[in-house]
């Protein structure tokens, strides 16, 4: 059943929250209904064009709990990433408005917001160059 009767679980991010739902949905889906809203290749700015379609303030039902990540595609080397940059300081006000937005949907919503994966610069360079 769909509906207030079952917790509702969002997995919002890029490629990597897509290909969570792997591991994560059979673990967890007789206890929530799961919405997997993950986008290969997308960055924060193409999140902030979409996430109050995703999370509609005046939606009669909320997520008890928002899984979100962006931030692999924002931090990639600006001469390898397709434009997918983001600048440190914008991905911060992007992440910040976003999480509020998700924050004010219900008392009840949960958030977990992801880091970005560690930099092994060293390891970077001997592989790239």
Not at 53 to 81: E, H, M, R, T, W
Request: glycine letters at 8%; one cysteine or more; aromatic letters at 14%.
């Amino acid at each position: 059943m769909i509906g207030p009767n079952r917790p509702i679980f969002v997995l919002f991010g890029s490629s990597i929250v897509q290909i969570s739902f792997t591991w994560l949905g059979p673990s967890i889906t007789k206890q929530a209904d799961i919405f997997l809203r993950g986008y290969g290749g997308w960055n924060s700015r193409m999140a902030l064009d979409v996430y109050k379609k995703i999370f509609p303030k005046d939606a009669k039902i909320q997520p008890s709990l928002v899984i979100f990540y962006f931030g692999g595609n924002d931090s990639a080397d600006p001469k390898f990433s397709f434009g997918k940059n983001v600048p440190l300081d914008e991905y911060v006000e992007i992440m910040r408005k976003i999480a509020l937005h998700i924050k004010c949907l219900s008392e009840k919503t949960r958030l977990i917001m992801l880091s970005s994966p560690a930099v092994n610069e060293k390891q970077i360079v001997e592989y790239y160059g």
